[in-house]
């Protein structure tokens, strides 16, 4: 399917992406899964702190050390049971350190190792937990440029808060990695072929969090569902009818989908934005995929015909390097 490029020399819309994968990673797996498994990762030391949140639960921050010289904050958001131990974060954020920017990844509720307090989670469209740390960081930190930064799902989340926020954020900046744009669109996607093996994996650990989940806290109140079924949940589809969308106020997988899919909010951004995203995403299809008329006249959109998920993988086989991270870079020296 050919996406139509923005012709005119202008930033907005959407962009053919420099990128372009060695001859060894062409295949949209290796790009997805050679950098979890095959990249040595940077040395990092973070240290935790636990942000109490107003209904009582938390979410944990882990901070990057404070550069001498200190060009601005990244506020880092993960992707679908994610964290910072996630190799896409821990070398962005080692890479930007180095480069002179201190970063604070927020741990959306239940990631950062600990079980949550409250039956809810997060989800794709959950925005109002990432929004209080912006704030409480712009209040700690007013003098200092933020730049907000989503892989995959938190790049889904971060554009919805962008779109719901308009000029309301402490933003400067902000980028999105392999966002989904079409929530309902990617679950029909990854439960297609190959891709079902990501499904599988992602799928297993969100039922067996909320299987221990379930061992601490009483559930009958809000779910129509026991602890011995959850294995009859075989699709993302499944889990987010039957857990995400009553957990969290919507009607259905379907209402969910709607109304949290950052397509939806593109349009609204005032931010100025960059979105790097590859049509070859085995978690996605072309159906995902925006166009201008998705983008406001802050957002950048930047499309390769290669890259996977989260992968955009350059260099040797036994010594791959992440493009991205040079694209980010770069980003933040424009604005």
């Not at 060894?24 to 979890?36: L, V």
Request: a neutral charge.
């Amino acid at each position: 399917m050919n996406i139509a490029i923005n012709p005119k020399n202008q930033w907005q819309g959407i962009h053919q992406s420099e990128f372009n994968p060695p001859f060894w990673a062409k295949n949209r797996h290796i790009q997805t899964i050679w950098p979890r498994y095959f990249q040595k990762r940077k040395p990092l030391k973070t240290h935790k702190e636990r942000f109490e949140l107003d209904d009582g639960d938390f979410v944990d921050l882990s901070w990057s050390e404070k550069p001498s010289s200190c060009k601005g904050l990244v506020v880092m958001f993960h992707g679908l049971e994610g964290s910072i131990q996630s190799h896409y974060a821990n070398d962005l954020i080692a890479t930007l350190l180095e480069h002179g920017w201190q970063t604070v990844f927020m741990h959306f509720r239940g990631c950062s190792g600990e079980q949550n307090r409250l039956t809810r989670a997060y989800h794709s469209g959950d925005t109002q937990d990432a929004l209080k740390i912006i704030n409480a960081v712009d209040a700690r930190f007013p003098n200092l440029s933020k730049v907000g930064i989503g892989f995959s799902l938190g790049g889904n989340m971060l554009l919805k808060l962008l779109g719901e926020q308009g000029d309301g954020n402490a933003l400067r900046g902000a980028v999105a990695v392999s966002p989904p744009f079409r929530l309902a669109e990617c679950a029909k996607a990854i439960n297609q072929g190959f891709s079902k093996r990501y499904q599988y994996y992602l799928l297993t650990s969100m039922r067996d969090n909320l299987a221990n989940k379930m061992q601490n806290l009483d559930y009958s109140n809000v779910l129509d569902l026991k602890q011995f079924n959850l294995d009859e949940i075989k699709s993302f589809r499944d889990f987010d009818h039957q857990i995400t969308a009553p957990l969290h106020g919507y009607q259905s997988a379907d209402d969910y989908y709607e109304k949290c899919s950052a397509i939806g909010f593109m349009s609204a951004i005032k931010t100025k934005t960059l979105v790097l995203h590859a049509k070859d995403d085995p978690f996605m299809n072309h159906d995902v995929l925006p166009n201008d008329n998705h983008c406001s006249n802050t957002v950048r959109v930047e499309l390769s015909e290669n890259g996977g998920h989260v992968g955009f993988m350059q260099g040797k086989p036994w010594a791959p390097r992440i493009w991205f991270q040079q694209r980010i870079l770069r980003f933040l020296e424009e604005i």
